[in-house]
């Protein structure tokens, strides 16, 4: 634990992409074996899955399943891992991920950059890794909307054999027009298309894999109650609330110009909208539909609000940036003392 602390100051003191590969680098290495291995806490299962543990990683951190194994490690009871696209992209011009420290907050726009779903595959089929994976997949940048149910289509018949869950990427703010996936005919088309691929699967495979829908927290009220009409008229598995915001609360202090750089924003400045989206999809869909909750959980408190208020599970991202295995630890901690029942 103190080796695993020191290490985090040291890539705190990075430029923020340069930490970002060589902590991806480090859990993807045999050293990562040396760390020893924590364990999850408070198994549920869920989408006929059994999770070992509520604290997830979310997409984002592992974009090419090269660090699974690592993080496998660190006590989470699920990963996922992505977003990747059918083919592999350099995703947006650096710098692109800039760390707002006073706010424990991140700003990036790194623009679904990664090696493609054939390499993710690759890398997924040669790891020893035996828990539970969700494959997060999204659209290439030189796709247009009008086509991207065909790139959707690609990612999910090329992962869901590797996949417990698929998760939908319609949310990301750094891919242009991605976002307008959310309206009500497009995400109906999209999600109806993938339903259908899923029942083709399934009757090939005899393998049913979950589909997963991971939205925007900059959503209105109308926008949101279209969106779980949606997902239920074409019954989705389960939902993630939320992705990063556009928006720029006026409490970040953190440097002016940092704080203006165009990109997703995550950690605790987000917290307050995530939860809000995370609350109204629970009543709106009811108690018994899968939510995943992400945004802004930065300790135990920001993981007992979410429970409290509805989630199955949670996953972490920028607070495990800023605070590495400590955080999963201490909210395992928490879960272990903690009965921690679903809506």
């Not at 997949?137 to 909307?145: A, E, L, R, V």
């Not at 065909?150 to 976002?179: C, E, M, Q, W």
């Not at 970040?252 to 940092?258: E, F, G, P, R």
């Not at 018994?288 to 996953?315: E, H, K, S, Y």
Request: proline fraction near 5%; glycine fraction near 10%; charged fraction near 15%.
């Amino acid at each position: 634990m103190i080796i695993s602390k020191l290490y985090s100051r040291l890539l705190q003191q990075l430029p923020a992409e340069t930490a970002h590969d060589m902590a991806i680098h480090s859990l993807g290495s045999p050293l990562a074996k040396l760390a020893g291995c924590a364990e999850p806490a408070a198994p549920v299962k869920l989408m006929g899955i059994q999770f070992p543990g509520r604290v997830g990683l979310a997409a984002g951190f592992d974009k090419n399943a090269d660090a699974v194994s690592g993080l496998s490690r660190l006590g989470f009871g699920f990963l996922e891992v992505g977003t990747v696209t059918p083919k592999p992209q350099s995703g947006n011009h650096k710098p692109r991920l800039f760390r707002l420290k006073q706010d424990r907050a991140i700003i990036n726009r790194m623009g679904f950059n990664n090696k493609g779903v054939d390499y993710l595959v690759k890398q997924i089929k040669n790891t020893s890794y035996q828990g539970v994976l969700g494959i997060n997949i999204g659209k290439n940048k030189d796709t247009d909307n009008s086509k991207a149910l065909d790139d959707y289509l690609i990612g999910f018949n090329k992962t869901h054999s590797y996949a417990d869950y698929v998760t939908i990427n319609i949310s990301s703010p750094n891919t242009p027009n991605l976002r307008a996936l959310q309206s009500e005919h497009s995400l109906n088309q999209l999600l109806s298309g993938l339903k259908e691929a899923q029942f083709k699967a399934q009757q090939q495979s005899g393998q049913y894999t979950p589909l997963v829908v991971k939205i925007s927290p900059d959503e209105d009220q109308q926008q949101l109650i279209a969106i779980a009409g949606v997902l239920q008229t074409n019954e989705i598995d389960g939902l993630i609330c939320t992705n990063t915001t556009i928006s720029r609360p006026d409490t970040l202090i953190s440097n002016q110009q940092l704080i203006h750089e165009t990109g997703g924003l995550s950690g605790a400045p987000l917290k307050h909208k995530s939860f809000i989206t995370l609350k109204t999809m629970r009543q709106l869909l009811g108690t018994d539909f899968p939510i995943i909750a992400v945004g802004g959980i930065m300790g135990v408190t920001d993981a007992q609000q979410r429970f409290d208020c509805g989630a199955d599970l949670i996953q972490i991202y920028t607070g495990f940036v800023y605070q590495g295995p400590t955080l999963i630890n201490n909210i395992n901690a928490w879960l272990t003392q903690t009965h921690v029942t679903s809506p």
